[in-house]
Every structure is written in structure tokens, then in C-alpha cells.
């Protein structure tokens, strides 16, 4: 026979989901029952597979599960023993895949002990029932473990206290975070290197070449030395972003698909939790806005090795380009100039130069902002009242049709979810083809692709407009804190302007005249009378 001439495979599986107590000896048990099955029936060759902690709902996630089908695909293995259909898995389209298409396929025979299958018998009926039965498990777990998840989210709680942002140590006693006075200062520092202009990748070079110890170093995270103790820009952007230095606690950051799916999907703004104050704040709230208007702007050194003040806030009024900074080693500071990005890149005939002087860019930045803080300070009230009403007025212009486009891409993304889920269940049974198939899951995915893109954009939309309101009290201190400035540094600069748009120089009367539009940081343009 093929199949004693094959090995047989013993696969036991256990994890947390199947309320196991002792895994080893649950997993201990299995091998007894299995290893007596095999002797009593005379099977030869044994092989053993063991996935002890892995959930039974994605098989792709239990390694010697994977290891076991290659060796079935490979014509190594002739039959397959578990203790029950269980231990094989709980999800019920793979079981069946499993089950049904691959082991037949390749001449393999499978066997549950407990639950009386066998292949070499016929098809077992009641396994199709047991196998929905133990979905179902998984199902009804997923379902019970993320309701009380998102109730302790909704009551402001942290749902997994482990992951403690770096700058914290967590109170398991009080179900606070308390700030580590150790990290706390290095979570200041690179707040203050950001507002300053430099950015995450220069930071991380900051912080490595000081030997400060990495969140995973100070959480004592195993792994090469390497990459422990070296800073990466990714982490620092992370932690730049991170709304617990302000105190509060953010919830529903992301979720996953389903208990099948475990990819993480980060929620909007819109539907994330955020309960203000729940802890002490490492970070103001000022710096922090400020941070996170410099991260929508790209800023990069000149090949001189120098960040320039300017750095990523010129940009083209016509293209809409970054401009770059252009000098040469011989030139005089009063010759350094701003041209378009576009212009600069050879691509003379798409743009024109929109060059402006650093020192009247500055001069004239210096000008503007002292005329606008004067106005705010002597009519602060009216001031804040004219924003008020413009963003009103945006915000009515928002037409119901929008909003129900917007729900109807809402619900028609749902629906496509479950014709996928349809769709895989057909390609299993066989009942599709997999031309089919491909087409189908093809135009579905474009189709949901781009609704996703639709919702995308009509929430941020909402988003801007709510954060308009909050920004006008924003700028507001700002302007205090900066009445008859005399000069400009970094910091000042991003505190105050969220970018400078330049037109290009127009020649009228005799005269060359240029425009500037100053974007303040919360604002906008502001129109001083």
C-alpha cells in the first residue's frame, strides 16, 4: 500500500482558546491517546507535529500544522491522526478544504479518534456539524473576549496594560500609567529636536550615537544587539505621535478584521476613544500640535550638511512644488535664495523660478507676524469670532447628498466583505472555477478599494473642520507668547507658520511686485485690516 509506505503523522494542537489549564499536559494526553491508536492499529513510520499555544482559527499561524501539509503536498505523509476534529482546527472552510480537497487529493487518510472519522470508512456526515460547531467556539470566544475589550475601551481603561508608551511604567494596582523619570526627559528631548527642526531620521542618529537605551532595550526585549540599541525613524515618529504624552488615553486605535483575520486596521479619528486626562502629561499641548503640523511637512538637509530655518515651508503657489534652498560656497548669505522645486529639477518648461531672498523672506515673516500678533492681541475677540464663522459656513456647505453617498459606500464596503467570505466558501466546495473566482474577487477589490478611498477622504474632510474649531484657541496663545518679535530661529518659525506659499514676480507700473501667502499654524491665512 502507498500509504504504509509513507510516514504517519500525529499532529496535536493547544491554545489558550480552547480553555486549556496545563498545556504540556493537555498536550501530554493527546500523545498518549494518539501514540496507543497507532500501536493498536499497526501504523508504522510515525511522525509527530505539536502546535502547543496556537489558536486553531488560522491555520497559516501553527508552524508544524504548515510543516505537516508541506510533507502531505510532498507525497511523504499517508496518513494523518488527531485526537478530534478540534485539535485539527476550528475553522470550518479551511477544515473542509483540509479535509475534503487536500488530503483526497493527495491519497492521504485521515482519522479523528473521538469523533469516529475515518476516510477509509466514507464520508462522515456529522463531521460537516462538528466542524461548524467548533467555528462556532471560536466564534462565540472572539466574540465575548472583544466585547469586554471594547467595554473596558469605552470606560477609558487600558485594555492591554503591557503596552506602555515609552516615557511610562504602568500601575497594574491602580490601572495607571505613572511617568518613568528615567525615559520621561529622552521622550521631552525629542519633542523639543523635532519643534527645533530636525527630524525623526536625524533624532534616531542623535539618540544612537549617545548610547541611549531603545523602548525595547528598556522593556527588555530579547534579540540581536544590534538592532536593539540602535534608534530607528520609524520609532521615533511613532513615539512623536503618541497622544498619551498629553495625559490622555487614546482607545480603538485600530482593530482586526475577525477572529480569521488578525491584520490590524487603524481606525480614523472620527472613530477613535480619547478620555483627556486620565494620567500625568510629559508633553504640552502646544509643542505637541506644533509637532504634528512639522510632520505633514518633509524637511531635508542641504548637501552642506545644514538644516535650514525654512526647511520644507516654501512652496510653489503654481505647482504646488517645495522650494529649495539655492547657494553656492561663494556666494554672500544675502544672495541665498528659495526657488521653486520643480524649477530646480531641470524641469524648466512645467514651472517658473518663484525665487524669493532668505533675508527678505525674512524680513518680511518678521513683518507680518508682529502686524498680525498686534491685531490679535488689541482684537482678540472679534478675531476669534470671524474665524468661528468661517468655519461654520464651511461646515454648512457639507450637503446631505454627501452624507448619504458616504453611508451607502459604508454599508456597500460591508457587503463586500461577505461576498468574499461567500466567494472562498464556493472555491472551496468547488462550485467556482478559479478563473472565476479570480475575475470576481478582482472587481470586488477594486470596488472596495475605491469606496475605502471615498470614505477616506470625506472623513478627513470632517475631521479638518472639527479641528478648526479647537485651533483657534491654539493660535491664539501662540500670538501671546510672540508679541513684537525681532528675529526668527527654528523653533519660533514652526510654532507660528504652517507654510509659505510663493507666487511668481509680476511687473506692473514700473515695479516688480511679488505675493506671499503666510499659513499659520491652526488658522490659515489671516486677513489683518
Not at 44 to 68: H, K, L
Not at 88 to 94: A, D, F, S
Request: net charge positive.
Amino acid at each position: 500500500m502507498i500509504t504504509e509506505q509513507r510516514k504517519t503523522a500525529l499532529y496535536m494542537r493547544l491554545s489558550a482558546d480552547d480553555g486549556g489549564v496545563n498545556e504540556s499536559d493537555s498536550i501530554v494526553h493527546q500523545r498518549q491517546i494518539l501514540t496507543q491508536y497507532a500501536h493498536e492499529h499497526g501504523f508504522t513510520n510515525i511522525t509527530e507535529f505539536v502546535d502547543d499555544g496556537y489558536s486553531g482559527a488560522n491555520f497559516t499561524n501553527c508552524p508544524q500544522f504548515q510543516r505537516m501539509i508541506h510533507m502531505v503536498e510532498n507525497g511523504e505523509i499517508g496518513i494523518v491522526v488527531v485526537k478530534d476534529l478540534s485539535r485539527l482546527g476550528r475553522e470550518y472552510i479551511q477544515m473542509g478544504m483540509f479535509t475534503e480537497i487536500i488530503f483526497p487529493k493527495n491519497n492521504v487518510r485521515f482519522i479523528a479518534i473521538g469523533d469516529g472519522v475515518d476516510s477509509n470508512k466514507g464520508e462522515n456526515d456529522i463531521a460537516v456539524f462538528r466542524n461548524l460547531f467548533n467555528d462556532f467556539h471560536v466564534r462565540d470566544t472572539s466574540r465575548k473576549v472583544r466585547a469586554v475589550k471594547d467595554m473596558q475601551a469605552k470606560q477609558g481603561k487600558r485594555v492591554n496594560g503591557a503596552l506602555t508608551p515609552y516615557g511610562y511604567d504602568y500601575c497594574r494596582a491602580t490601572e495607571r500609567l505613572i511617568i518613568n523619570e528615567k525615559t520621561a526627559p529622552v521622550v521631552k528631548r525629542i519633542f523639543d529636536l523635532c519643534v527645533s527642526g530636525v527630524g525623526p531620521a536625524k533624532i534616531a542618529r542623535i539618540l544612537t550615537s549617545e548610547g541611549i537605551p531603545t523602548p525595547y532595550t528598556e522593556k527588555g526585549v530579547s534579540g540581536h544587539v544590534k538592532y536593539l540599541n540602535r534608534w530607528s525613524e520609524s520609532t521615533i515618529a511613532r513615539l512623536l505621535e503618541c497622544k498619551e504624552y498629553l495625559g490622555h488615553t487614546e482607545s480603538k486605535k485600530s482593530y482586526s478584521l475577525s477572529y480569521k483575520n488578525k491584520k490590524r486596521i487603524f481606525n480614523v479619528e472620527a472613530d477613535r476613544l480619547l478620555f483627556p486626562n486620565t494620567h500625568d502629561p510629559i508633553i504640552d499641548e502646544q509643542t505637541f500640535e506644533i509637532v504634528q503640523t512639522l510632520r505633514k511637512n518633509k524637511k531635508r538637509r542641504t548637501k552642506m550638511g545644514e538644516q535650514p530655518m525654512f526647511s520644507g515651508l516654501v512652496q510653489c503657489h503654481d505647482c504646488g512644488a517645495t522650494h529649495n534652498l539655492f547657494r553656492g560656497t561663494t556666494f554672500d548669505p544675502s544672495q541665498f535664495a528659495y526657488n521653486c522645486g520643480t524649477y530646480r529639477s531641470k524641469a524648466r518648461h512645467k514651472c517658473t523660478p518663484h525665487g524669493i531672498r532668505v533675508v527678505v523672506l525674512e524680513q518680511l515673516l518678521i513683518e507680518h507676524a508682529n502686524m498680525v500678533t498686534s491685531y490679535v492681541a488689541q482684537n482678540e475677540k472679534a478675531f476669534a469670532e470671524a474665524l468661528m464663522k468661517k468655519s461654520q459656513a464651511q461646515a454648512k456647505s457639507e450637503t446631505a447628498t454627501q452624507k448619504r453617498e458616504y453611508d451607502k459606500a459604508k454599508r456597500r464596503v460591508a457587503e463586500l466583505d461577505k461576498l468574499f467570505t461567500q466567494l472562498f466558501e464556493q472555491r472551496t466546495l468547488g462550485s467556482l472555477s478559479q478563473e472565476r473566482f479570480a475575475k470576481m474577487t478582482a472587481n470586488y477589490e477594486q470596488e472596495q478599494t475605491q469606496l475605502k478611498a471615498n470614505i477616506t477622504v470625506y472623513e478627513k474632510e470632517q475631521s479638518e473642520t472639527a479641528e478648526t474649531f479647537s485651533g483657534i484657541d491654539k493660535f491664539l496663545k501662540i500670538t501671546r507668547k510672540y508679541l513684537n518679535l525681532q528675529e526668527l530661529n527654528g523653533t519660533i518659525l514652526r510654532e507660528l507658520v504652517e507654510k509659505i506659499v510663493v507666487h511668481e514676480k509680476v511687473r506692473g507700473n514700473g515695479k516688480m511686485t511679488q505675493q506671499l501667502d503666510i499659513h499659520y499654524n491652526f488658522v490659515g491665512v489671516v486677513e489683518v485690516e
